[in-house]
């Protein structure tokens, strides 16, 4: 029967997946945690993987300096660097993708882009349209604002794009729904002005945003909160974009100040 502490350890597995250790690697490291130092007989029996298969695991544990070798103490043991190793590993990849991210920026503009539309679904999407937000590295209007961004879902996601958007010198202008004055004030405060508020009977459950050539509308946003399955509408348009800024300037005169 497993101990307690192994079933605690296992719960990682998936995030020790997710920065690139194989099953097999993780179940080793995972065992390792738990027994501190063993031989590779004692790891197969825990971990429930053959002898054979857990040499090469091994080897790839090492490389990554994850796992070192103990000798001259009888059998050859096998102890586990502290996990803090783990984010030097994570770091380690950012740094290469940095190195690469120019090249690879080159590759997706080399070719201009044709009016498109497309869909993003949920969490993630609603990343990928923030990250759409600093690709155009131009100016955004946002409509029906309802402060989606400051699901606390979003906060570390946030934290980067607001500084990122920072460093590109990318400003705002955010109409806001009347109910976030109310209800969520310290949201006009943290993206600062300049905002104003529609009447309150011109609140709707939707939004919209135009950044570049990009106009993005949203089903699924409530009041700081983005719903699990919210669908975003993004139409890349650089005439429609236009118009829709036009229209934007309309509402932004004659809605009133904020004092």
């Known amino acids: 029967m497993l101990s307690p502490l192994y079933n605690i350890i296992a719960m990682y597995s998936q995030i020790l997946n997710e920065l690139g250790l194989s099953i097999n690697e ?7 945690l738990q027994e501190k130092e063993t031989t590779v007989s004692n790891i197969s029996r825990k971990s429930k993987i053959h002898r054979r ?4 695991s091994m080897n790839r544990l090492i490389e990554k300096g994850l796992v070192f070798e103990i000798i001259g103490r009888g059998d050859t043991l096998f102890k586990p660097v502290e996990p803090m190793k783990l984010l030097e590993l994570v770091d380690e990849k950012r740094t290469r993708l940095e190195k690469a991210m120019p090249s690879l920026m080159k590759e997706y503009e080399s070719r201009p882009q044709l009016e498109a539309s497309y869909i993003y679904k949920g969490i ?17 209007y946002f409509i029906g604002a309802k402060g989606c961004w400051f699901d606390p879902r979003m906060k570390t996601f946030l934290d980067r794009f607001l500084v990122d958007a920072k460093k590109k010198g990318i400003k705002y202008q955010h109409l806001f729904d009347h109910e976030v004055r109310d209800n969520i004030p310290y949201v006009p405060k943290a993206v600062g002005k300049p905002y104003k508020f529609l009447p309150k009977q011109y609140s709707t459950p939707s939004m919209i ?24 509408f993004v139409i890349i348009s650089r005439p429609m974009a236009t118009s829709y ?14 004092k």
Do not use: Q
Request: one cysteine or more; proline letters at 2%.
């Open 26 to 32: 993780a179940k080793i490291y995972e065992t390792l």
């Open 245 to 258: 800024k036009t229209w934007f300037k309309f509402m932004w005169d004659h809605c009133p100040e904020v």
């Open 53 to 56: 298969n857990i040499y090469d």
């Open 209 to 232: 945003d135009i950044f570049g050539d990009h106009v993005v509308s949203f089903t699924g946003a409530g009041l700081a909160k983005i719903s699990d399955d919210i669908t975003i």
């Open 124 to 140: 993630e999407g609603f990343k990928n349209y923030l990250r759409d937000i600093l690709s155009t590295n131009e100016d955004a």
